[in-house]
Each structure stands twice: as structure tokens, then as C-alpha cells.
């Protein structure tokens, strides 16, 4: 089955996005609104649970936000001053219902509804624990691992338990926590994925992106720091620094690709440091050609940067049809092979006999630039030279990121001779990681403790991967998980 | 809202109905057959869970079986030679489909899928406990209260761990429970609710009831006995007595209303059963009258009954619609009054100037008696003499069926005239207790150690009631549960 | 697929049941209890429109009413004090929506609705006729032939063109027609389908059968007599009979299966008439036996009659599912075979051993009651004497009734002895047709203008049958239909 | 309630794509991915005819093309080597399924399939004469008045009676014919909407734009030129020319907003015209500015052209959401102020301090550029500068685009100054009217006979508007038209 998304097809995509509201009287619509500004971290399912002051109540859907939580039903259903919902996208597991977030537990303490932005790398030795020591897990979410760890942690206060929780568990987290004393917002100490704090009149508002903000007209205030906790109680915000400073990493990706353009990520524009990176694109790897264009959308930033810098005009040479949002399956087999323009199609009166300098944000398998590339041939290119923004992805990543396993990379396969050849371009090239660090405003990368989370790039994770380790949980994981149909 | 259901919305309601396959490749298929034949004891949802030696595949849906598990793709999604399903009847908490049975738990033994018939009457205490050192549940159900306590158990064995569970809980549970060892059934000490075993080929079959036996072509084995657990694993049948004898308590509305008439209970056929409290009923309270109209479709056995012993004509004086399976919703408030009809309709050319006796099984609410003698009435029937299958219904069921709180039980507020005044009928009389344990074979009801479980009637539980005592339990509970939409 | 009609599967099914409301700010509501009461006319799809004094408003879906027709947004949208209804079994053709009546035309003299009971034995030969004048057809039921003879007649008024219309068709029809001048209801010369009148305060109603006037709480006031048109205008009732007297001749299968036993047909009351059938059985072919038994529920009256005639004690010999307005598809070839008892299910404690009378209304292919006898036979009984409340069921019907092709009869291929020895019964009769028309209150039937339309028994048709002497038309039309998906 | 479009309200819209297959056993997938490169024309239902020398089937649906005709079992039931889809704008009537084309009719000729991109202005006119004559119209659509015409025609061959039809209708029609005797297209005698031919193989193919022919692989032949008749028949092309000869007028707004930038209209690129009217507007209307900001999508083009050929820097000062093809309903009163950022964000770090010109193809109503100057105004904007690629809109449409009525058009009821005014922009204005044809490469516009129909600008109505004069014709439509629910 192809898609109207061929060339999405060869993305890495950022798994998850959270967003809550505490202290106003349309906190669940509040949520959906700012869910639907992060449908682009997730697009598989979504949640909110509000909370009444006496009750929780939770409303989970598989799909788009839009849809599901754009009913006055549905959000009537979602009562309450306190809300926190949660978009994501497809797991390595299992996509079934009772995966979706927020998760929720009642605890002794009283209802706890998480939702998560990351990956928790030691969560199968964890879950192996708690199910030896008699805990119920109802998804195979590793999220739900958090909860069981509150639940069963010796200390007194929820705060302590929730703290002991976070201690134990290692890996990438943005969390926002809702209890019937407040709401809880945290990042995992080295702050490898993003979590903002806004305003809007009294309430206060916590975000995978400003974007978010944005769109229901809250002012940013300032991110979550990697390793802090802050909590809101009856309108008062604390804030906890449980772990031992260190150095953050946020994931660099977010800047290249996962985050909005229009997105304040760790106070630079994205939209300017993808501009960048096409600016130095053209520093590095210039070429002469008449047009430069971009593979629609996420390689437009680029693209008009490396257009300024070279002075090479801007085109649009391949146009993404207007509903690139909704799947077509191609029906019958003889007609697959057209797939491919469903999505874009040759601008070809621009293209015919130019020379054309294509402007990608990255390459995963390269499936996708192959098809694109032959696109350009087909509408009468002279010559197409690939530039992208990002280096190589040769690296998996365990933090949140559905990223294919390493033999699937073309950048692990092939070195840059081979990339070239197997896309059938006239010239190839990926900006320098050092080029990337400038276009953030950084002289270099540092060879130690870099600024960044990089390891896609270069498999430098910055945690230690405890289930990479341990086959014998994760295939045992996989015996004992019921399959709901 | 109105219902085509206008008589049986004055019904008890048996609360669950379970079946099970061990040994069959058409596992799954046989549980749809023998669910469809229990779903008169549970009509909201129903749930299959099957096993095929690796896995554990769960299908729960709200609604009939007919409809949601009799469709080929459902069916192959459940492989393997077990099975387990549930019909359930709503509890007095949530509908959600989380509640749905079978419960599915991975304990560090592996997998473990459990359907219940019946009531704990200690689980609000129990989960209270479980809660507190650290369980998280993920429904609102007693059930789940079980699984919590084998995950939690200090013993080895899943089969000592399995047995410490059920010495914790108290109340009426015919169980069924499938793991990777093997399938167990088993009843509690009194044997409140029933549980029959069948054999069909190699496979050996547990349900509710032994119309579910002939529906799939099985034959009927023996019931499974009060405080028994029968373990099939690998083809072989073993039995465990794990508790001190008593005597056994089954529900004796097993035979007044719940079971099929084509089911044999306890070694006595429903259908006789009935027919003999019709004959005691004309024995006890005759009348002189032109003809025996049964309340359809309850009634009609006890009607011939009463007929026969009486030699009054058995006549069908209300003719029920094909098609009350289905609930229709009047619209519009300007003809809800006429809703009545939908359902059931005098046989006016049958009924007018006649002196009628209407036999029904039992009054609960005594709202539908109301109507059906008021209908008769306009019909024109001459005389309206009412007799009731059964004795005045005084008291609540805790376990395992949907009784409406005492002060809405007809006979628990009125006495005999007052009830005969209340549905207008020109003379009302019910089996006496002792004519029912009459008809069931016995002498009369033994003043100590009766037969049969009858509190219904007299307000002889025989089990202490924990949770009645211990409000606290169930308002915090109340508040805790997260509300799913 | 087997379903859990498997005895219902070899009946004759009526093909459709009208409805309408003249005078009523409740008339949509009120079809809508009207077709529900007239559900078992026609299961397959159902559709209601109202005329509100501008506009005409329609809604139609596949399926039952309840589910459909019972949701107060329908009825709102239904706004008006004019409404017709209808439901409708699949015809031969296509089950498309299109189909569904009513239909509607918009007319140069305004807006036309009809919902037709019966079947137009000249329609092919109609419609290849106003298809070559230029008309254009938007379903391919019979029904619409009447509606282009509207349109292109050459006569004046309105009631001048319908009669126009009326004279050139052929066949049965009892039809309800909503225009904005009012309300005709007409029954064609022999009156072979049913239709009556009935009031509702002031509104005129008018019905299949006098059981949708009960539930909707109108008085029944006459029928509408064979060639009879009746108007309702402003409130006022005219009747026209512009046709030649003949004879009528209603069909007798009303009596006999189609109509509900709480129903008056033609002034007889359809449960006496079905007892009277039964007792006739009882007298002509007399057996000795232990008891009689009803196939349910059809048999039921019959049943009734023939154990009071005779003496021998009725006893519910075969439990019906209390589920079976569901359709149970069985999953899985392996159990397949098991799939008759779905339905209905042996009283086996009742059955071993005994002599048994098993008393149906018809027998058409034969195929349940050879199953039937086999369940009984199975469940230990000693001799199975079948009795049939109606004659030998050898013809098909063109009058609006679904038969299988004659071949497929069984009456038509075997004697006496070949269909007692095909379903395995000891003892096999049908009522004669001269016992039927007793039953009735005849001497016995006429040989010549008899009282009913018997041409199923008989193969005396009482009109020309046009289409079936020209299959041209028949197979042009199947060329030209659209098949809509 | 709000949508993702809050400046797509604000367009106007094609109402119609149109798209035949003759000659491909692949013929109905083919139509349904060129359904789905046409979306844009029309996206509120579809529909696809197939026939396969035996017969026609039909499927038509409300909503996309993808989710409805991309799956196997929908196009394996449109089988045969010819079809003919169409996609759909709401109509000013009724959105009822039976208004979804293609429509069908059943001639004494054979079945007859017609897609119709377009409008007939004398189609109430010619209807009320049909109805008169006895036609019974099924939809509310202009579309089924021609093949009435047909129907009712004197003439005897299908060819002599479709010229016969095309010669009573007057206004605006693409339209593509499927008959058992092959398929025909054809335009209208000013050739007012487009229709380009195509082939594939051996297969000829018919669409509204050059696009649908690029995405499923065909080859780019001609256009069906104005008043010319196309003929395919086993394989051959014969053209008819039945009309008197006159200048062509074709819609110089599918240049403007309609078309695909891809698309190859009249010989010209949709991508360049737009790109060279924004540069006329550079060259008319030039302003002092740091950045020129596109309105998202339309806008990119014309944006592209005023950048390159002002020398200001083009940039994404507007984000649009990934998600815009979902309509997103606000839920909550609370928040539906905060709906315009849903769709479209602003670039604040890029925006704040600059002075901007705004690029747009045209204003219809002017409430978006409203919105899309304050939001930039919010955003920090020192200055804002609207630049239109079309001139002022002042006339409404009946030759098939839906546009609102003549008072709601903001320049028919404001000048530059109040326009400006009105959407408070530092400066307005319009390409002009000449500059628009020079873009199109004319020295300007004719005064007599221009090249384009451009009366929504000009007022200049090419053809007659019968139906305009006449409103009794279309109030007592409205009144006839039955409502379907």
C-alpha cells in the first residue's frame, strides 16, 4: 500500500507530544487546541484527562486530533480546571487503545493521569521487577512503568514517590503529571527532549513547543529546565531540582526537522537555524545550476536559505498536492507504480533543461530521494545535485524517536560515493556536523560534552541503553503480551 | 426513554454467564456458540480471550455476541485449542469496556485470563488493601480483585498462589481461568452460582449452563461441585477440594427465572421445575376463571402448569412483538404515552368479557404488573386474578445479581393487599416458600440449613456481607475511579 | 451462513407494510410506531416522508425500524402534519437504497409520495414502454411505473391522472399516496393486499394490519374496501370506487402466516382463525400421541387449537433463543454443523420417550422441518407426527410475496408420501383447502369465484400475468440497471 | 463554528473536476487517482461510473477521494475498460448523495453516465418545461436537465439527440459521457471550462487539468477545444463540431486560483503566469519593504514572481499547519476566539520590526485579510503592505464557481481607500485588469471580444443568464424539492 506520503515515508518521526492546563475553567479545550498546534509530533492516537476537583476523566481515540477532540461533547465530557493530553505516534509495540495517553492510576494517594514525550531505556528490566514482585501491567507502554514504581516506592508524600520513581528509571523524559494536589511538569535531567511553561491569564500551560502557545494565545515564559521539576498548586509554582546538575543534551533533531518551524526550541528560532543550515550548505558544497528547490515542506527554510547565500533563485519545482494529509491507498496492482505523484508532481514547464540544486532536511533510508530525483529527470532536468541539511543519520535512536533499525539506514550502508550513486544524483551532500553546531550558534562541536544530543549522527548516546543489553526481557515482553484484537 | 422492554425492565438480571474450551482447534468458535446460548445471562458486553501456547488473543465488545463474535476475522484472530468468554450484565458501576471480561493479566507465571460469574462481597476491602501496598487496578470490577491477590500471593505455585486468592475472598464466584498450564474451573464453597461440565471429542467444555452444551453439540458431563476445582491440563482432569465441606447454597432464582427452561439445573429439568410452581400456585390460591393467559415469554411454563392442574383453557391473550431484541426509543414526547405497546398487545378478539388469570414469574418493581393488568383491562377483560411463579422478592442480591435497592422491591414496602390494590388487580396471590421447595422435590424449606440460597425471599444470606458494613470503602472508591468516555 | 432464523429461512415472506398519518402534529412519530408494529412485514429496510405545508421531507435507511426511525433528530427532521411510511422486504432486484419507499416525484402539480404493499404484474412491459417516450427510471421497483404514469397522463387533475395510472397497472396494490392537496389511500379491485383506516383524535390513519393501530392507540374503523380510493383532504374523507365491481379476493396467507395473530383481518380475528385451523387438523387426520408441540412461534396458535380439539396436552416441546431477531453467522467451517440449534433447542427432559404432534403453519422447501423432526428425534423422541395449518404450498406468488421458484417447492416436487419420507416424520398432513376455508367460516372454497386469493395452494390466479409471458423484458432490464455500490 | 480554513473561506470555488478513462482495464483505478490530483476542484463528494459491456456501476460518496474510492473492494466493484468519475463543490442547493455524480440514466437507447463541470444557466427554466411534459427529475442538479433533453428528444440516433440537448442549454459545460456505444466529450461553444485530452497506452483520457493526466502517467494530447465533440469508440477518435464557430472565453480564474500550479492550461504554465503576475504587481504597485511574505498556498507563486522582481527577499512569515486538509470544530465557546491561529501561525522571530508586503491571489470577502494583517500586526510587523494577484472581484459567478452573493463581495461595496480600510493594512492594491493579460501574455485587454471570460471582475457576462430573470422558476424549485435526511 502506498501513501500520500512518499516522501514522509522516509522520515525519522518524533513519537510523542504533551500539553496541560491548570487553573482554567476550558482547560480540556485548551488541550485539544494545543494538541492539534503538536499533531505533527504524533499522529496515531491522542488523549486528555481532566480533572474536576472529585473526578478524572479521560477520553482516548485512535487518529488525529481533529475529529476526536474538536466535539462539544467530547469536551463537555472532560471537566474541570486541570487538564493534560497527550498526541503520539506509533510505538515499536503495539497499537492498541489501552497504549494511548494520558495513562492513568488510582492510587492510594488518589487518581495519577502521565503524560510522557520520550523513551525510558532500562523500562523492560524495570517492568520484569515489578511484574516478579506482583504489579499488573495493563499496556505495554514503558510509561506505564513510572506509575507502577510510584505505586509501589517505600516513601511517604506522592512528591518523594514520584522522585524515587524518577531516580530508578534512566533514558529521555518530558512528563506532565496530574494528581488531585496539582500538576507536575519534568524533564529528564539531561533535558534530551523539550517541555516549555506559558501563561494565559491565570492559568498556567505546559508544552512540547511554543507553537502550542501560540495557538491558544498563551505567552511563553520560559522551557523546563533538563532536571527540574516544577509543580502547580492552587496556582503557585514551585520549583525541584531533585537529580545532580549536569551538562543538558537536548536532541538536536528537534531544530532540523521535528519542530515546527514557527517553534521557539532552547530560545533560537527554528525557522532562522534552518536557514542557516541551508546558508552553510552553500558555504560548503557550492555548485553552479540555475534553480534551487526545495522537496516540500520540510526542506523549504533550507532551501530559501541556501538560495540567499548563493544567490541561485528559489523555485517551486515540485508541487505538493492540497491534501497531502489523508492516506490514499492506491487501488489495484497495475496502477502502484504511479504512486509516486500522488503526493507531488513536476513542476515540469520550470524544470525542462535546468539545472537544479534539490534541497532536502534529511535522507533515512533514501528511498524517497531516489523517487524524487527521478522525478526531476523525468520532468527534463539537465542536472540534480541533492543537498541536505542535516549530516548522515547512521545511528539509531532510543529516546522517543522511530528511527528504522541501523541495516535500514543508507547513511550506515554507504559512504558518500555509494549515497550519490544509489539515488542517482549528479552530486550529493550533507552540511558538516560542525556546520550544524554553527548554524546553532556554536563555533564546533565540542568533543566532549557536546551542547547537543547527536547521536543519530554520531552514535554518541549520552545515557547508558540497559534493555539494548538484555534480549532475554524484551522477547519475554513479547511472549506474555495479550493481544487485544 | 422507552423500551421495547416494558415487562422485562421488572426483571432481575443474572449478572454473567461463562464458558470455556480446553483441548479444541475450534477453540474460539465454540466459546462464540456457547456464549450466544448464555446471553440471556448477560446481554450488555461479552469477551473472548483464547490461548495457542505462545500468546494470548483478546476480543471484548460491548453489545451481543450475535453481532460482534460471530464474524470469521474475529474468530481467526483468537487461535489456539482454549478459549474462555463472558457475557456480562451491567454492574452497578461503569459499562466500560475495560470492565469487559475475560480480565487478562501477565504475572511473572505468565499469562492469566479470568471470567466470573457472580460477587465478591469482600472486594472493596480487599482492593482497599492491595491498593496501599502498591496495585494499580485497571478496572472497576470485583474480578480484577482475584488477579491481584495471585499476583501478590507469597506462595510458589500459580495453583497455591491461585487458592490463597480465593481463601481471601468471600461471596458467590464460578470461575473460569485459562494460563499457559491450563484451564481451572471453580465454584465457590456454597455453590451459589452454577457451573456444568460437558465433553465434546476430545475437548472438555465448562459453562454456566447446560443449554450452552446442547447448543454446540456437546454432552453434559456433570456439574462442577460447591468449593471444587477442576484443572484440565494437557487432556487430563484433576480435582481439588481446597476448602472445608458445607453444604451447598444454590440460587434457587436459577429455576424461577435465570436459567433456560431447556437447561437442567442440578439435576432437575427448569422446564418441569416451572410447571410444577405453576400446578402448586393452582393448588394453593385456585380461582374460578375462563382462561390462563401467561405474562410472555417468562410465564408461559408455570401458565401451562397452572392450566393443567387446573383445567382452565391456556389461551395466548398477549401476543409479543417479533422484534423485542430490539430496543425502540419512541420519539417525540407527544406519543411516549403510548409506548407500552411496542412490546406486548392484548389479544383483544381472545380477551374481551373474559375472567382471566395472568401467571408471571415475579414481581419485583411491581410497574410492569401495573400496565400488563391495566392493558388487560382495557382489552375488556371481565375479571383480572394475578399469580406470581414465585415468593414476594423482600430483599437485595450481593452476589452476583442485579437486584434495585429495597426500598423500590414491591413486597418489601406493601404487604398482599396493599400489592394487589398497587396493580389493580382483582385478586394476586405468590407461591408460597415452601410450595416452591415443593416443586423443587423437597418436603418443605428446612429451617436450618435449607437447600437452597433464597435471601432474596427471606433474608437468609448465607455469607457474611464485608462491604455492606464498610461504606467508606465504597464512597472512596467512587471517587477514585477515573471516568473513561 | 447458517443464522439463527434456520426455521424461518423456509417461509414465505410479505413483501411490505405501508403506513400513514393525515391530520397530526405527532405523524412522523407516529409511522414510526406504526412500522415498528408493522416490523414483521418487512425487516430489510424501512423509510418515512412527511409533507409539512411546503416541503416534503424523507428518510430512509436499510435495516429495522428501531435503530433507525426511533431517534428524536430523525423525527425532528420529519416535521409536518402529513406523513407516510413503509418497510420492506428485499425484493427479487436490488437492495439498494434507491429502492426504499416511499418514493418521491416532484409532479408539475407539486410533490408526489408513495409507499406501495403488493407487486404490479405488468411493470417490465409498463416501464420498457414510458422508458421509450423519454421517461427516466431512478429504481428499478415496480413501484416507480406507477409514478411515471402520474407524470405523463394526459388527463387534468391530479386524481384524474393517478386514476389514469391505476387503470393501466396490473397485479396487487394497497397503496398510501402523500401529495400537497392530501391523502389517498387505495387497495386494488380484488383487494388482494391488506389495508384498513383507523382514527387517532382527529387524525385519519391508515395501516397494513389493525395491530400498528393498537400500538399507536387508534381505533380501528374499517378497511379500505377493494377498489376503493379514500382522500383525506383538509381533514375531510371522500371515497371514489372507480373501477368495475369484482368479487375480492384478499390473500389467505394473511391469515394463515403473514399477519401478527393480534391482528382483524377482513373482520376475523387471525388468532381464532389459526385455532380453528389447528382444531380442523385435529379432525382430519387424528393421531394418537403423548403430546402436541408448536414449532415456534408461528405454530403456536395452531398448536393451541389442535391440543384443545383433540385432548392431548400442549407442552413447550422446543425452546426458542429469547435472541432470535439476531442474526448469528457462525464463525468457523468445523462447527458449522452445529448451527440449528441456535435458534431453537429440545426440551429433552420434556421430549424422551414420548409420542409427539409437531404442529407448523407451512411447510416451502422443507428443508427445517426435516430438521426439526431430526432435533426431536435426536432428543429421544419416540414418534414424530407432523401437522401443517395450511395446504400444500405448490405455486408461486407475483402479488408481492417472496417464493422461491416453483422447483424449489416441495409440494410441487414430492406427493404425500415423498415429503413424509423426505423430513423423516412417522406421520405427515396438511389441512385440506376446503378445512382452511372452513376455518375461515365457509362452507367450503367455491369452485368458482372462491372468497381469497389461494393461488400459492391452488395455482388459480385471479389476474393476468403480463411480465411472465415476457422475459425480453425481464432480461433487458437487467442489462439496464445501474448497479450502484 | 470555526474550521482550519479560516482563509480558504474567504476563496472562491470550482465546483467541479471531471475525469474519463476509455480503453484500460485499469480504467476505474485510473479515475480515481485522477479524482484525487483534482481534488481541489471540488471536495465535497465524488463519484465514479464504470461500464463493462454489460453494465454500468456506479459509486458514489460524500467526502474525499481518498478513504472512499482507494480501496480494492470499492474499485473491484466498478469493473470494465471504461469509466468516468467526477468530484464535487457543494451546489447552492441540496448536498444530498443523489445530487453526487456522475449521474445515470436508463434510455430506450442503453445506460448513460454523465460528468458535468460547469453550469446551466437556463436549467430551472428548462426543467419547469420538462416536469410540464412528464420527466420526473431524481436530483435538485442543472446536470440532470441534459439528459432529459436527450431522453425526450424527437431525434433517433444518441449522437443526433446529445446535439440536440447541447443546442437548448446555454451557460458553461465540460462534460464527459459514458454510453455502451462509447464515450464523448465535450465543451461548451466559448470553451468557459477547461477539458484536456490524454493518453495511456492505448487508453484515451479525459480530464479538467493537465495534472490528472501527470499523476496517473498519461501523455498530455490537446485540449477538447470550445464547441468540439470528442468520440471514442472501440479505440477510434472522431471529432463533431455542431456549433456555429465563435471566439472562445475561456475562465481566466483557473489562472488565478483554480488550476494546480502544475498544470499546462491553455499552453501556458499555471506556475508561471502567477509567478509573472506577481511580478506586474511588483512593476505597478511597488513598496519600500524588508520582506515579501506569501499567503499560504495560494499566494507562493505571485510571491515568488513580486520577490525576484523587487529584489526584497522572499520568506515564511506564515506557517501554515501540516494538518489544513482536517477541518478542526473549536469546542468551547470560551475559546473560539482563538480559532484564526489553528490553521496559520505567524513567524514572529522573523516578522518583529520588519515592514512586510503580504502576497495573496485575490479578496472575496476580505474577513481573512482581516485577520492575516492583525495577526502580523500581532506579530511585531512594522508595516503592511497587501498585494493582490487578481483584480478587484466585483461580480458573481454562474458559469459553475460558487460565489457568495454580489453584496457580499468586498470591492462591489468599497473603493482601494475602504478596502484598505477595511483590512487595515498600511497599503492595498490590485494587479490591473491589463496587467492580468499581460501576465497571460496579451499587450492587454480587448475591448471587444477579450481573450478570457472575465466577468467576475469586469461584469461582462459572455452568455445569456435565463434563470436570472426569472425567479418564479426558482422559488417554486425550492419549493418542490423533496428534503432526503
Chains 1, 2, 3, 4 share one sequence.
Not at 105 to 127: C, D, P, T, W, Y
Not at 186 to 193: A, E, K
Not at 253 to 265: G, K, L, N, T
Request: hydrophobic share 40%; proline share 5%; charged share 20%.
Amino acid at each position: 500500500m502506498l501513501t500520500t506520503h512518499p516522501f514522509e515515508d522516509d522520515k525519522l518521526r518524533e513519537e510523542c507530544g504533551v500539553f496541560g492546563v491548570s487553573g482554567s475553567d476550558s482547560a480540556a479545550a485548551l488541550v485539544a487546541l494545543g494538541l492539534h498546534a503538536l499533531q505533527h509530533r504524533g499522529q496515531e492516537a491522542a488523549g486528555i484527562s481532566s480533572f474536576d476537583g472529585h473526578h478524572f476523566h479521560t477520553h482516548r481515540a485512535m487518529g488525529h486530533v481533529a475529529g476526536n477532540f474538536d466535539r462539544d461533547d467530547v469536551i463537555r465530557a472532560l471537566p474541570g480546571d486541570y487538564a493534560v493530553g497527550h498526541v503520539r505516534y506509533s510505538t515499536t509495540g503495539e497499537t492498541a487503545l489501552r497504549n494511548v495517553q494520558p495513562l492513568y492510576a488510582e492510587l492510594a494517594s488518589g487518581g495519577f493521569a502521565v503524560a510522557h514525550n520520550g523513551n525510558i531505556s532500562n523500562a523492560m528490566k524495570l517492568r520484569r521487577e515489578l511484574i516478579r514482585r506482583g504489579s499488573i501491567f495493563q499496556s505495554t507502554s514503558d510509561t506505564e512503568t513510572i506509575i507502577h514504581l510510584v505505586a509501589t516506592s517505600n516513601y511517604r508524600t506522592l512528591l518523594d514517590r514520584f522522585i524515587d520513581a524518577l531516580k530508578q528509571i534512566e533514558g529521555a523524559y518530558s512528563l506532565v503529571v496530574m494528581t488531585p494536589e496539582g500538576m507536575i511538569a519534568c524533564r529528564d535531567p539531561l533535558g534530551i527532549r523539550p517541555l516549555v511553561m506559558g501563561k494565559l491569564d491565570g492559568a498556567v500551560i505546559f508544552a512540547s513547543e511554543t507553537v502550542a502557545l501560540d495557538v491558544c494565545g498563551a505567552t511563553f515564559e520560559r522551557q523546563v529546565e533538563p532536571g527540574e521539576l516544577v509543580i502547580v498548586q492552587n496556582g503557585e509554582i514551585r520549583s525541584i531540582r531533585p537529580f545532580a546538575p549536569m551538562a543538558p543534551r537536548p536532541c538536536i533533531f528537534e531544530w532540523v526537522y521535528f519542530s515546527r518551524p514557527d517553534s521557539i526550541a532552547g530560545d533560537q528560532s527554528v525557522y532562522t537555524v534552518r536557514k542557516e543550515i541551508g546558508a552553510q550548505l552553500a558555504i560548503e558544497t557550492p555548485v553552479e545550476a540555475d534553480l534551487v528547490i526545495p522537496v516540500p515542506d520540510s526542506g523549504v527554510p533550507a532551501a530559501i536559505g541556501y538560495a540567499q547565500q548563493s544567490g541561485i533563485p528559489f523555485e517551486l519545482g515540485i508541487i505538493r498536492s492540497h491534501y497531502v494529509g489523508r492516506t490514499f491507498i492506491q487501488p489495484g496492482d497495475k496502477v502502484r507504480h504511479l504512486g509516486v505523484k500522488l503526493k507531488h508532481n513536476a513542476n515540469r514547464a520550470l524544470i525542462k533543461g535546468k539545472r537544479i540544486i534539490l534541497v532536502d532536511d534529511s535522507i533515512v533510508r533514501g528511498t524517497t530521494s531516489l523517487k524524487i530525483v527521478q522525478m526531476m529527470r523525468d520532468a527534463g532536468a539537465a542536472e540534480v545535485h541533492m543537498r541536505i541539511a542535516s549530516p548522515p543519520t547512521r545511528h539509531s535512536c532510543f529516546y522517543g524517536v522511530d528511527t528504522p533499525e541501523r541495516a535500514k539506514l543508507l547513511a550506515a550502508k554507504l559512504d558518500l560515493g555509494g549515497m550519490t550513486d544509489f539515488i542517482h544524483a549528479d552530486s550529493l551532500s550533507f552540511v558538516s556536523i560542525d556546520g550544524l553546531y554553527k548554524a546553532l550558534g556554536e563555533a564546533k562541536r565540542a568533543d566532549i560534552r557536546p551542547k547537543y544530543c547527536d547521536a543519530c549522527f554520531t552514535g554518541d548516546y549520552p545515557t547508558t541503553l540497559t534493555d539494548q543489553d538484555d534480549s532475554v526481557a524484551v522477547d519475554q515482553f513479547a511472549m506474555l503480551a495479550e493481544r487485544v484484537n
